[in-house]
């Protein structure tokens, strides 16, 4: 449904002598109320408030199980104990959740696992699960009446865990709200030692002063073992077996060379280069996506052997193999493990071929092939190449089924989303969950292409409530994943739990086309703590997302669209790290830092991203939506409220970012008190993030921010490309920023490298003499601007009368990107130009001696001048002229000089804006003319005179 201009606006202007204001497009945005009087209402969505979170759901990381059809396909090695499997000591209470008496019931599934947890209020009791594995998730409660734990693994140094979240934070879907969340991860740990471990909480009888009792509760935990090759049978081309070397050394869990276990050695024809290789038989079929190798790492030898050529392949059968890495020229690694990552697939063996080995010089300069150990490992997303497709019909999926059943019809469903996983779908293909089930801890790995036309679809049956997913963290990371496929179309269901809503990655692929979400309603996804260390492995995002979709840019698909026509559409999503992301990586993590350049990456990988009739609450992080990469598609009446709320990210929070998109507009939306949580950056209710050419905001309305209305950020900070082409039409904008906090204190954050203008716009001044000022963005003399009692005060209109503009010279490049066109075209920077080219003008004449050069615009017409801005070549300034008179015509006969300068300094490569100003006067014309140009001694010492724009203004 379509809104008119909201009674609001007419409040404000009625008796406010701001008739003059033009608004030429209705406001377009669902939710406003008489904002003169500082109250705000939110309506009701979906027949419930959302209401608040505040504690953060700490990551479990746990994989779901997957199943190919006719073949035993094993996860990590995950075991899931009840808290009846621990030492408990001290004083502890068993408590339902099944039971409507209980003080802590809660409906399925939102209850606990088994139905039951143990509570303690009591200081220094504790309990103790012993576990096998390298990562241990414990599962239990938060509470409005609960406290602080002590945790500690092998007695090692404990980390402090809070339990408290405030009253009436959890809805249900029917509405409910409770004053706990069951079946959650408190306490997650990831990279332990393989081994066995042991883990202690101890309550500290300490809470949040907010918190009514001190408890903590233990529903269960979680151990894994992510290491499928461990004491894994091994055979080998040849082998010493002696002296600490042995096949069963590589696979022993020791990943350095120690005193007991050095790994494996070849150990035949060591005079000569030649072909050695090691095989690991896993026992069973496996996903598999990583193999580590682990150089020997004992000292003086560290790297020695490490193959110079290799290949790394995987079987079913050990007879017919597949060739998933390929290295030549490998140089001698340190003593960290060298990954390599490739698509999901099933093996039950792996074969490392060393097919040109590396001389060791202190020992006679013999060849060998040597590790200290052997990882294999699938980290977490699924491929669907190797699942048996499926017939194309309907299949109904209820917890009241059988996994046993043909699923074909509602009399006869399967049960669990594990069967549903089995299989790869095609187009004409439905998966119906029943409304009113749910399905806790599983998630729905969907595989399988269909196509806009014939989409597989994933929906509901029956009547009643829509069907839930909950993730739950501790078994699941997303309600719905989705790895290198397409063609899908995923309607009227409820998600909520784990990191993710629907995940959708893109591995190194291209090509994909067509996800329409529609009628969602997802909530409560979160991810770990954000500190220094990353949150996912590749390929998950830093946070949770109601939504991701994630894109590895690789050497195959760098300068290719990934994926196409996206559509999000008639949903809520509350309560959720963020809300709408869609990025790209240029490597996986290694768990030292960022991917590089993952913002710096062709517009084009997502085109036709559509976001329509949604509203987002409560997006813990950084963003609401965060469109990334994207070239084409609307987001239209949109609201996003309450960003940033209680968490916040380091790096900063805006309702709504996009980065290196284009030609994409954001419409009839409205972006709302967005916070700066634990003193978090930004704050705004919008961000041009960097990157950007032609982006358009248009009839929407940004109020009661923390930070400005606006953030124009541009080529800065990491971020490697300027925005251009901005289009900012018909906002109305109020009550944003915080008063006396520097930068954030402005009604619009502004910074260099931006272009583009300000239009048709009112902006509403938070408190008395807040700086509304855009440079150099041009703000428009149709904007209003009023101060916080609604008085009129004018503010710096800026009109471009030089775009597109005719332009004629004394000479011209005409190549390269060096154009006369390209001087009035927008775009300032001379870096903005296609791979091999610039952007901007070049004089081209009498190269080998100080001449004269000019350059002269036609603006079509006469008009009202006030200022000339002469932008340097920011790839090289030097070419900015020494000596030059700025000079206007009405006529192009008759010239004004209006500035002239001799000796001018050589701009800087961050400052190449060089603006002179002078009384406004009418011209038609504008002549910059140069009588002494500089050398550049990296071009033959040639002479040039070279702009990257010129703006002509009439300041307001």
């Not at 006869?412 to 779908?425: F, G």
Request: glycine share 8%.
């Amino acid at each position: 449904m379509k809104y008119g201009l909201p009674q609001m606006i007419a409040e404000i202007v009625t008796g406010h002598n701001l008739t003059s204001i033009r608004i030429d497009c209705l406001f377009n945005c669902r939710r406003f109320c008489i904002l003169v009087t500082g109250h705000y209402s939110l309506s009701k969505m979906m027949g419930s408030v959302m209401r608040r979170t505040s504690k953060l759901v700490v990551f479990a990381g746990a994989l779901a199980l997957a199943l190919m059809a006719g073949t035993s396909v094993t996860s990590a090695s995950t075991n899931r104990t009840d808290e009846e499997g621990a030492n408990f000591t001290g004083s502890w209470s068993v408590q339902s959740t099944s039971d409507p008496a209980s003080d802590f019931y809660a409906p399925a599934p939102y209850g606990a696992n088994s139905d039951d947890f143990r509570l303690s209020e009591s200081s220094g009791s504790a309990v103790s699960f012993t576990f096998t594995g390298n990562s241990i998730s414990v599962i239990g409660s938060y509470a409005s009446n609960f406290g602080k734990a002590d945790v500690s693994i092998d007695g090692g140094a404990a980390t402090t865990i809070d339990l408290y979240i405030k009253p009436y934070e959890f809805e249900a879907s029917d509405g409910t709200y409770y004053n706990y969340k069951h079946n959650r991860a408190i306490y997650v740990m990831d990279g332990l030692a393989d081994g066995t471990h042991t883990i202690t909480i101890t309550v500290k009888g300490q809470k949040d002063p907010a918190s009514s009792g001190f408890g903590v509760a233990i529903d269960s935990f979680i151990a894994r073992d992510t290491n499928r090759a461990k004491n894994a049978t091994v055979t080998a081309s040849s082998s010493l077996e002696g002296s600490y070397w042995a096949k069963s050394n590589v696979v022993d869990g020791q990943t350095g060379s120690t005193t007991t276990s050095l790994g494996w050695t070849s150990d035949g024809n060591l005079t000569t280069n030649h072909t050695e290789w090691l095989q690991a038989d896993l026992g069973e079929t496996n996903f598999v996506d990583r193999v580590d190798l682990f150089p020997r790492s004992d000292v003086g030898s560290v790297g020695a052997y490490f193959p110079i050529d290799f290949t790394i392949a995987l079987s079913n059968d050990g007879t017919t193999w597949t060739t998933v890495v390929s290295r030549a020229g490998y140089p001698t690694p340190s003593d960290t493990a060298q990954t390599f990552r490739f698509g999901a697939q099933t093996a039950r063996y792996v074969k490392i071929t060393g097919t040109n080995l590396r001389q060791n010089p202190d020992e006679s300069n013999r060849y060998r092939m040597q590790f200290a150990e052997i990882v294999v490992a699938y980290d977490s997303y699924q491929h669907s190449s190797t699942l048996t497709a499926i017939p194309d019909t309907t299949y109904y999926v209820s917890t009241s089924g059988n996994d046993s059943n043909n699923g074909t019809s509602a009399s006869t469903p399967w049960r669990t989303l594990q069967k549903v996983s089995q299989y790869a779908y095609s187009g004409g293909n439905s998966i119906l969950l029943k409304r009113g089930d749910s399905w806790t801890g599983e998630t729905l790995y969907l595989h399988g292409n269909g196509t806009a036309e014939n989409a597989i679809l994933v929906s509901a049956y029956g009547s009643g409530n829509k069907p839930v997913i909950s993730a739950n963290m501790g078994e699941a990371i997303a309600s719905i994943k989705i790895v290198n496929n397409h063609g899908i179309r995923i309607a009227g269901l409820e998600l909520t739990g784990g990191a993710f809503g629907i995940e959708v990655l893109n591995d190194a692929t291209h090509g994909h086309d067509y996800l329409y979400l529609d009628d969602l309603y997802i909530h409560d996804v979160e991810g770990r703590s954000i500190g220094t260390d990353l949150v996912f492995p590749y390929p998950e995002s830093y946070f949770g997302a109601a939504i991701l979709i994630s894109s590895l840019m690789t050497d195959e698909n760098q300068d290719q669209t990934v994926f196409s026509n996206i559509t999000l559409t008639n949903s809520v999503i509350s309560q959720t790290d963020t809300g709408f992301i869609n990025l790209v990586r240029d490597k996986p993590y290694d768990y030292t830092g960022l991917p590089t350049n993952a913002w710096n990456s062709d517009r084009d990988a997502y085109t036709n991203v559509n976001i329509t009739n949604t509203q987002i609450y409560r997006s813990y992080r950084s963003g609401g939506i965060m469109m990334y990469a994207t070239t084409g598609g609307v987001t239209d009446n949109v609201v996003i409220d309450e960003t940033g709320y209680l968490k916040g990210m380091f790096w900063g929070v805006a309702a709504f970012q996009i980065a290196n998109s284009e030609n994409y507009t954001v419409q009839n939306s409205e972006f709302m008190r967005t916070y700066k949580s634990n003193q978090s950056p930004d704050g705004e209710g919008f961000d041009f993030e960097a990157g950007n050419r032609n982006v358009t905001l248009t009839n929407s309305y940004i109020h009661d921010n923390a930070g400005p209305s606006i953030l124009l950020y541009g080529e800065n900070g990491g971020w490697f490309l300027n925005n251009t082409g901005l289009i900012i039409n018909n906002v109305f904008a109020y009550r944003n920023g915080t008063e006396g906090a520097g930068f954030d204190s402005k009604a619009i954050k502004n910074y260099p490298r931006n272009e583009g203008i300000i239009q048709n716009s009112v902006f509403i001044r938070k408190f008395a003499g807040q700086d509304v000022t855009s440079d150099p963005v041009a703000f428009e003399s149709s904007n209003y601007i009023a101060n916080p009692d609604l008085s009129q005060a004018f503010g710096p209109g800026r009109t471009k009368w030089a775009l597109g503009a005719s332009v004629i010279a004394s000479s011209n490049v005409n190549d390269y990107g060096w154009t006369l066109a390209n001087v009035v075209d927008g775009i300032w920077s001379s870096k903005a130009g296609a791979a091999g080219t610039v952007n901007g003008w070049s004089s081209n004449s009498n190269l080998g001696a100080d001449h004269t050069e000019w350059i002269q615009i036609d603006l079509g017409q006469s008009r009202t001048i006030s200022e000339v801005d002469l932008w340097a070549s920011d790839r090289d300034t030097i070419y900015f002229p020494k000596d030059f008179d700025i000079q206007i015509s009405v006529d192009g006969a008759s010239w004004t000089t209006v500035a002239s300068r001799t000796n001018y300094a050589q701009p800087t490569s961050t400052s190449p804006k060089q603006a002179f100003t002078f009384a406004a006067q009418s011209a038609r014309y504008v002549k910059v003319t140069a009588t002494s140009l500089r050398s550049n001694p990296l071009e033959s010492n040639n002479y040039r005179m070279q702009f990257a724009e010129i703006d002509v203004l009439q300041l307001h």
